[in-house]
């Protein structure tokens, strides 16, 4: 553990944490004007937080210890995956932190814990949420793990974050099937962060919903904890497909005026971001759920045609 | 010295055979402790002795043993025997401490004794096929094992489901036998000596050597429980009581792994389509074992299909040693063996865990069926706690040791770039998907076990009255645990420590950080959260109680997985309806079905025993019981000897 890895550690968790909940009611808010809504404030959900910090936890007498670790284990698990993934400083990676599939293990480790919670209280509408979520992220993980290979063929690295390096110090993307790639990280982007047309994230209707059904159960400060882990958990994917696209003004080295510049750009092009996700879940309707695997096979489809491309280029 | 701890071993796996043996008329609890006394002790022994040779690196060669001119017992134990002996001794001994507790739950009387004699001396025989020098012993301590592990799934052998899993067992083992025999044979011929040696192939003893190694490949194929070899799993580790179970999943299969890592890297040099053939059969069975896996509610038989999943992945990590050293890639060739070795160890520890804590569950509960459990972590809170150790680490998900083998098996995939041939590398990466897949799937399929037995409410009356088990039902899976644990988050460094630097994640630093960021956030709500805490119902909209009756089953829990799976499951579908009026509007009465099609069954065991049984009831047409007609046989076969003499003079 070197000093400069520690302050690259401090920067992006304080980076994520902290810029997270803007880019959700970001979404929201671009979700509601093209409805013709006023919507939310873009601070709500700070707003929330903040007040389910203050509430008390009320345990079903049914659930576990599984209910009570769950909010912890998700959240330290997504704090680590957060260091994988560089916001707006990159530096030379430590231990193998930055490795691709431990960032995926990591995600999966989340998950695991919230799909049992999910079945821990009883309720129907948990099992119904964890059953699904299992079912729809076994569908989605060959096409993740192409996806991953077909970046670590692309940048001839396994870790993120030489990836990003790589791709910072050449300025544009390093080779036009990246592009491809990019198709396939939306939607996996997508799926991942339970959005429309995978999932609901504003409705608790039993047709819809998977991860809110998963942490109906949950209250205080362990929903906000959930709450932030899910947000972080966009975030960090959002800033994979970011800075290995577009990963324009990344500082590379350590000074404030540098960082603060990153800082501002990576606000900027995540707000585009969730601009795009905002006006394509807006456009888009639920799937049915057994059509999602179709969803999954073009994702798998783009991901193999780059992998194709640079085999036999 | 080793010579000597390597008889004292041996001596004291069947002093504890003996010890039951005498003590077989009396139904005495001492005589069940001092065998499983001598189990435990000779299996401590044996993997003390085998990580002394792991870690010196030296070779070790007790003395042979003559068994008539010509065949003799030898034994010779290397770096890759002495791994395979530790991951025996290590199991052996906490299913040896397990047993202890488990047995005397058991009926069957003075029957107990006989069970842990044979224990005592299945450990024995897996440990010399691994420690044998030539096909001699390998053949000789095999059939003791198939013999031994045949009486111990008999165990139960009033049941009737227990009698037809042990023929099926049976048979299936013997054409294990069989197939082994004829590969040693063909080896035979081959290279004119029966010791476990290099074979130097001419052109023309390429058939043989390529016939040789089909058949063993099949032997251990059907041994190891790969499909379409894998019936007998699903049906054997259900009927066969836990600890029987924990050490057939755990260990024997790993001997059947071992007998096809031996055989390639010593006697053969391969070829590119043998790893091909290797890595589609293990690809194969890890997505199809832990689909089957997912359908199954008895608990018992899904470890028994999850166990086909982890074969299948150990296989899969074996062909592409064999293509990358086909390919030239003395690296990546190191990396998959490790992580085929490295699986099969943790597959050992976790798998054999899940076994035990399953057991001390049935125990409990006095059913299979995880339809009928739920709420136990309450109940039984150590052991939940076991159990869920077992399913994070096989979930492969980090920092347990599923998951170090299963990334090492990862970066063998993403590195497979530097292959030569692109068909090979289109394969590896059709593999990788469906590896991916595999171990999403059963991530899902833990989810749903640790669920539907742990969490929630009962779901029937046994459940409700299940209590914690006894100290040495959790003594034997802590230990398995524990070394779950460690073999996770230390894999960088014990494999460092062994020779063997990889570049992987050091899992240490990974563990040391997700506990930091946890106890950051505890820091970080401690002064900003409320700390209350109440215990109330869930809402359940207006109803006054939610009897455990609505809650989501295992059933429900792998229905979408089931429905987008379909076409693999085969589900007929069939039903009758009936109508009052000619327009068919209004319903009568009708009947629906949905059954699983079980394919391998319907479509190639049966068609192949209707087949023998067809073949033998001509045969069977000469025996008629009657003493002239043998004499004339008799007659007929000595003419004819007489004259194909003549003949050949």
């Keep these: ?313 | 010295m080793l010579n000597l701890l390597f008889y004292v071993v041996i001596v004291l796996f069947l002093a504890g055979t003996l010890v039951s043996l005498l003590g077989a008329a009396r139904d005495l609890r001492i005589v069940r402790i001092l065998s499983l006394a001598c189990t435990t002790l000779a299996s401590i022994l044996l993997a003390a002795l085998s990580l002394l040779i792991l870690v010196t690196g030296v070779p070790f060669t007790p003395a042979a043993w003559q068994l008539f001119p010509g065949f003799s017992v030898e034994f010779f134990i290397d770096r890759l025997a002495a791994f395979f002996l530790f991951l025996i001794g290590m199991v052996s001994s906490c299913v040896a401490v397990y047993t202890a507790g488990y047995v005397e739950h058991m009926e069957g009387g003075n029957r107990r004794n006989l069970l842990c004699g044979c224990i005592s001396l299945f450990v024995l025989s897996m440990a010399l096929i691994v420690a044998s020098e030539n096909t001699i012993s390998f053949l000789l301590f095999w059939e003791l094992m198939a013999a031994v592990s045949f009486f111990l799934v008999m165990y139960e052998y009033s049941q009737e489901e227990t009698r037809k899993a042990g023929i099926f067992y049976f048979v299936m083992t013997h054409l294990s036998t069989l197939f082994v025999m004829l590969g040693f044979i063909a080896l035979y011929y081959a290279s004119g000596s029966f010791a476990i040696a290099p074979l130097h192939t001419t052109p023309a003893s390429l058939p043989l050597v390529t016939a040789a190694f089909l058949s063993l490949f099949v032997g251990f194929s059907i041994k190891a429980g790969i499909i379409p070899f894998h019936k007998w799993l699903p049906y054997a580790h259900p009927a066969s009581p836990s600890p029987v179970s924990a050490l057939m999943s755990g260990v024997m299969l790993k001997v059947a792994v071992y007998g096809l890592i031996r055989i390639i890297i010593t006697v053969f040099s391969p070829d590119l389509w043998w790893g091909v053939l290797i890595l589609i059969a293990g690809i194969a069975s890890a997505v199809l074992g832990v689909i089957y896996a997912l359908k199954e509610h008895d608990i018992k038989g899904m470890l028994a299909y999850s166990s086909i999943e982890n074969i299948g992945i150990i296989f899969v990590g074996i062909g592409l040693f064999v293509i990358f050293s086909c390919s030239g890639l003395a690296m990546l060739a190191t990396l998959s063996l490790i992580a085929a070795l490295f699986h099969s160890l943790n597959h050992a520890l976790f798998k054999s865990l899940l076994f035990l804590t399953a057991g001390s569950v049935v125990h409990a509960t006095h059913t299979r069926d995880i339809e009928k459990m739920g709420g136990l972590s309450g109940k039984m809170p150590c052991t939940s706690v076991l159990f869920f150790t077992g399913a994070i680490a096989i979930a492969a998900l980090p920092p347990l040791n599923g998951f170090a083998s299963e990334l090492l098996m990862y970066i063998a995939f993403f590195q497979s770039v530097t292959v030569v041939d692109p068909l090979i590398k289109v394969l590896l990466f059709i593999c990788l998907a469906l590896f991916a897949l595999t171990s999403a799937l059963s991530a899902a399929c833990f989810v749903k076990a640790f669920g539907s037995i742990f969490l929630a409410q009962p779901r029937s009356k046994e459940s409700e009255a299940a209590r914690e088990v006894s100290l040495p039902m959790l003594v034997g899976p802590a230990i398995l645990a524990t070394a779950c644990v460690i073999l996770g988050v230390f894999a960088f460094q014990i494999l460092t420590a062994f020779g063997y630097a990889l570049p992987i994640p050091d899992l240490f630093l990974v563990s040391m950080l997700l506990l930091i960021m946890a106890a950051l956030t505890y820091v970080v709500l401690y002064f900003t959260a409320s700390r209350e805490v109440r215990i109330s119902e869930t809402w359940g909209c207006g109803a006054k109680s939610q009897p455990s009756s609505t809650e989501y089953t295992g059933h429900g829990f792998s229905e979408p997985i089931v429905t987008i799976f379909s076409s693999i499951y085969r589900t007929k579908k069939a039903g009758t309806k009936k109508y009052y009026d000619q327009h068919d509007c209004i319903f009568a009465e009708g009947t629906a079905e949905i059954r699983l099609l079980k394919f391998f069954e319907e479509y190639l065991y049966l068609p192949i025993a209707r087949g023998a049984t067809r073949a033998t009831r001509g045969i069977a047409r000469i025996q008629n019981g009657c003493l002239d007609t043998y004499l004339l046989y008799v007659f007929i076969a000595v003419v004819a000897i007489i004259l194909f003499l003549g003949w050949s003079a």
């Design chain 1, 1 to 313: 553990m070197t000093p400069d890895f520690l302050v690259y550690g401090v920067i992006n968790t304080l980076c994520v944490v902290l810029l997270s909940p803007l880019f959700v009611s970001l979404i929201k808010k671009v979700k509601a004007w093209s409805q013709g809504r006023e919507g939310p404030s873009i601070f709500q959900t700070y707003y929330t937080l903040a007040k389910l910090l203050r509430k008390e936890v009320i345990y079903s007498p049914k659930s576990s210890w599984i209910m009570r670790i769950t909010p912890w284990a998700c959240i330290s698990a997504i704090l680590v995956a957060s260091l994988f993934v560089p916001l707006v400083y990159v530096t030379e990676p430590v231990g193998g932190i930055g490795n691709i599939i431990l960032f995926l293990y990591l995600l999966v480790l989340a998950r695991f814990f919230m799909a049992l919670s999910g079945l821990d209280a009883g309720s129907s509408f948990g099992g119904m949420g964890s059953s699904r979520e299992m079912s729809i992220s076994a569908v989605i993980e060959p096409t993740t793990i192409i996806v991953f290979a077909a970046l670590a063929f692309v940048f001839k690295s396994l870790n993120i974050i030489d990836m990003v390096t790589v791709a910072s110090v050449a300025g544009i993307p390093v080779s036009p099937t990246l592009i491809l790639i990019g198709i396939s990280l939306f939607i996996i982007l997508i799926v991942e962060t339970s959005r429309l047309p995978v999932d609901n994230p504003e409705t608790h209707l039993e047709l819809t919903m998977i991860h809110e059904g998963m942490i109906l159960e949950q209250s205080g400060r362990n929903l906000a904890l959930m709450e932030l882990s899910a947000a972080i958990k966009q975030t960090l994917l959002m800033a994979l497909l970011i800075n290995l696209l577009v990963p324009w003004g990344l500082a590379t080295t350590l000074s404030v005026a540098a960082i603060a510049v990153a800082v501002c750009l990576f606000a900027v092009k995540c707000a585009i971001l969730a601009l795009i996700i905002g006006l394509f879940e807006a456009s888009t309707a639920k799937m049915r759920f057994f059509r999602l695997p179709g969803l999954f096979m073009m994702a798998f489809f783009f991901s193999t045609l780059t992998i194709i491309i640079e085999v036999f280029a």
